[in-house]
């Protein structure tokens, strides 16, 4: 018996089981299956069905009639068409279809009857538009498109007003529809790697923003309006052709994280100065945590005396809402760094040269080597540098800005 054959087998003896326990969720993902094992279709009380990573290129009619299915994984195959009875499935309140593999260029009208949809992935396909009827789906609160052929948006697209999450990164769109707007619930906006020239002032309407990236397009000015999005904590606008920032960015009060590098910025906004992002109150403090040991520090002398006493294993630091945290190591000069948040574990990649600009982080090991205010080889930092940063922290409850960072791979 073959791989594949012993693959086909143990699928087969997993729905065996399922249809003698009226099991409710099934797990066929990464067998290898070329076709839809037909025993599946007597499995109609299944809620949850996992078809990703195989090698399936169609989808059985029969597949429709599961219709108490609320959880379809079908990412990752080699699916070149969704056919038109993906609508019966109207029970679904999660699909998924994107991943590396599927290649979709078309969707049906049908989708639109999805209406009990909460999430929604399609990236990584080859889809080059969207079907109106996408507007119906208004319970839908993630929708993944990143990775596609998409060069428009449809107007119903305004219509998803429960969305927090909206993924669009890699494709051709050169302008954003007006209905957007209507949006106001998102939180997430990935609009990295598209051709778009300009921002709507409208942007400025999505007050719920946290994140928002629009990474390598070709933005040379950004409307005064995005200073509004004061929930931002993350703004990433690497690889664009701005040459100015707006004066309004310093109302982003909240930012733990601006990307800028890549641009041809001759000089930034004096507004960025008095940023204060996550500053803890004059009189906080940190915890401090050697060898499984916390220790509360509220001042620099404090701080200072636990420093001296750093083990070989390092110190962690965290702040005093317990949302972020820094690890050292003293070393001499090959001392380093560790930062994590709620969305970042970045590590650190030598100190910032002498009259680079503020607020610049690598984003990843491509921009530092990219970067003229980067090192072109990663380098320690000494235990000065690090023991600064330590005071930084205590003092602001972010991220030290006197060192370079990049994500952690």
């Known amino acids: 018996m073959n791989w594949y054959e012993a693959q086909r087998r143990t699928s087969e003896e997993q729905i065996d089981t399922a249809r003698r326990t009226g099991a409710s969720s099934l797990d066929l993902s990464g067998r290898m299956l070329g076709t839809v094992p037909e025993s599946l279709s007597n499995l109609t009380a299944l809620t949850e069905l996992n078809l990703a990573g195989n090698e399936l290129t169609e989808l059985p009619n029969w597949l429709g009639d599961l219709t108490a299915l609320t959880r379809l994984d079908l990412h990752a195959n080699r699916l070149t068409e969704l056919p038109d009875w993906i609508g019966n499935l109207t029970a679904l309140t999660e699909l998924q279809l994107g991943g590396t593999g599927n290649q979709l260029t078309v969707l049906p009208e049908s989708l639109g009857n999805l209406t009990a949809l909460t999430e929604l992935f399609l990236n990584a396909n080859q889809l080059t538009a969207l079907p109106d009827s996408l507007g119906a789906l208004t319970a839908l609160t993630r929708l993944g498109l990143g990775g596609n052929r998409l060069t428009v948006l449809p107007t119903s697209l305004g219509a998803l007003t429960a969305l927090t999450w909206l993924g669009l990164s890699s494709n051709r769109l050169t302008e954003l529809p007006d209905s957007v707007a209507n949006l106001t619930a998102l939180s997430w906006l990935d609009l990295a790697h598209n051709q778009l020239s300009t921002l709507p002032n409208w942007v400025g309407d999505l007050?719920?923003?946290?994140?928002?990236?629009?990474?390598?397009?070709?933005?040379?000015?950004?409307?005064?309006?995005?200073?509004?999005?004061?929930?931002?904590?993350?703004?990433?606008?690497?690889?664009?052709?701005?040459?100015?920032?707006?004066?309004?960015?310093?109302?982003?009060?909240?930012?733990?994280?601006?990307?800028?590098?890549?641009?041809?910025?001759?000089?930034?906004?004096?507004?960025?100065?008095?940023?204060?992002?996550?500053?803890?109150?004059?009189?906080?403090?940190?915890?401090?945590?050697?060898?499984?040991?916390?220790?509360?520090?509220?001042?620099?002398?404090?701080?200072?005396?636990?420093?001296?006493?750093?083990?070989?294993?390092?110190?962690?630091?965290?702040?005093?809402?317990?949302?972020?945290?820094?690890?050292?190591?003293?070393?001499?000069?090959?001392?380093?760094?560790?930062?994590?948040?709620?969305?970042?574990?970045?590590?650190?990649?030598?100190?910032?040269?002498?009259?680079?600009?503020?607020?610049?982080?690598?984003?990843?090991?491509?921009?530092?080597?990219?970067?003229?205010?980067?090192?072109?080889?990663?380098?320690?930092?000494?235990?000065?540098?690090?023991?600064?940063?330590?005071?930084?922290?205590?003092?602001?409850?972010?991220?030290?800005?006197?060192?370079?960072?990049?994500?952690?791979?």
């Open 207 to 409: 007050t719920a923003l946290t994140q928002l990236d629009l990474s390598k397009n070709q933005l040379t000015v950004l409307p005064e309006s995005l200073g509004n999005l004061t929930a931002l904590t993350h703004l990433f606008l690497t690889d664009n052709r701005l040459t100015v920032l707006p004066e309004s960015l310093g109302n982003l009060t909240g930012l733990t994280r601006l990307d800028l590098a890549g641009n041809q910025l001759s000089g930034l906004p004096e507004s960025l100065a008095t940023l204060t992002a996550g500053e803890q109150p004059a009189n906080a403090s940190v915890q401090a945590w050697i060898d499984a040991t916390c220790i509360t520090v509220a001042d620099p002398v404090a701080l200072d005396a636990i420093l001296d006493r750093v083990p070989p294993s390092g110190l962690g630091l965290g702040s005093e809402d317990g949302e972020r945290a820094l690890f050292l190591t003293l070393d001499g000069d090959q001392s380093g760094l560790v930062w994590e948040d709620e969305s970042d574990v970045m590590i650190s990649w030598g100190p910032v040269p002498p009259g680079a600009p503020p607020g610049q982080t690598a984003g990843d090991v491509e921009y530092a080597f990219s970067d003229p205010w980067f090192a072109d080889e990663p380098t320690g930092l000494t235990e000065g540098q690090a023991r600064e940063a330590a005071h930084q922290f205590l003092h602001t409850g972010r991220r030290p800005t006197n060192v370079q960072w990049i994500d952690k791979p």
